[in-house]
T-cell receptor, first 115, second 110 residues
Framework: GAGVSQSPSNKVTEKGKDVELRCDPISGHTALYWYRQSLGQGLEFLIYFQGNSAPDKSGLPSDRFSAERTGGSVSTLTIQRTQQEDSAVYLC?????????????FGPGTRLTVT | EDKVVQSPLSLVVHEGDTVTLNCSYEVTNFRSLLWYKQEKKAPTFLFMLTSSGIEKKSGRLSSILDKKELFSILNITATQTGDSAVYLCAVDVREEKLTFGTGTRLTIIP
């Protein structure tokens, strides 16, 4: 069956531009998670969705970051006015439900480079 | 603040060697500890550990958890070049959050 997909796989953008990253979770998975992995670092938790709701946005690094999920499926992570420190791999994961956080399936990630 | 620390940060061994990767943690609420293998970008799930002293095995990989000393180890025996990857340890601290360590980069030399 299809896994988690993300697009684009790579994105190079100029400092100050906005970018939108997309995640398509496994069908039927109600929980969706976004992580960021900077060079040489572990995965940094950003935000999660249960259905379309994101109750806790405190993991987002700044107010330039926002995320939404519509229809309980596809999610987009938007970074406004990108900065060089935003360069990282952004990973999305999904699980059947929040109480199955341990069964997260990861997408291939989007490598974002801000020049 | 929840913290997961992995060691060593990187390890280079020859094919056939046995390696032990370490993960220690300090978290406010422990639910389970997970190990992932990351080649390229997407981490793939290896093990979930919830109870102390019970070894989980999958082929040449095994892992064990010590909840008293707050650490876990991942062993790989008879290493192969395909084992080269970053190995991530994560702790499930609440329903919606995994806290990851920085990973151990393992390189197997043929």
């Amino acid at each position: 069956g299809a896994g988690v997909s993300q697009s684009p796989s790579n994105k190079v953008t100029e400092k100050g531009k906005d970018v939108e990253l997309r995640c398509d979770p496994i069908s039927g998975h109600t929980a969706l998670y976004w992580y960021r992995q900077s060079l040489g670092q572990g995965l940094e938790f950003l935000i999660y969705f249960q259905g379309n709701s994101a109750p806790d946005k405190s993991g987002l690094p700044s107010d330039r970051f926002s995320a939404e999920r519509t229809g309980g499926s596809v999610s987009t992570l938007t970074i406004q006015r990108t900065q060089q420190e935003d360069s990282a791999v952004y990973l999305c994961a999904s699980s059947r439900s929040l109480d199955r956080t341990y069964e997260q399936y990861f997408g291939p990630g989007t490598r974002l480079t801000v020049t | 603040e929840d913290k997961v620390v992995q060691s060593p940060l990187s390890l280079v061994v020859h094919e056939g060697d046995t390696v032990t990767l370490n993960c220690s943690y300090e978290v406010t609420n422990f639910r389970s500890l997970l190990w992932y293998k990351q080649e390229k970008k997407a981490p793939t799930f290896l093990f979930m550990l919830t109870s102390s002293g019970i070894e989980k095995k999958s082929g040449r990989l095994s892992s064990i958890l010590d909840k008293k000393e707050l650490f876990s180890i991942l062993n790989i025996t008879a290493t192969q070049t395909g084992d080269s990857a970053v190995y991530l340890c994560a702790v499930d601290v609440r329903e919606e959050k995994l806290t990851f360590g920085t990973g151990t980069r393992l390189t197997i030399i043929p």
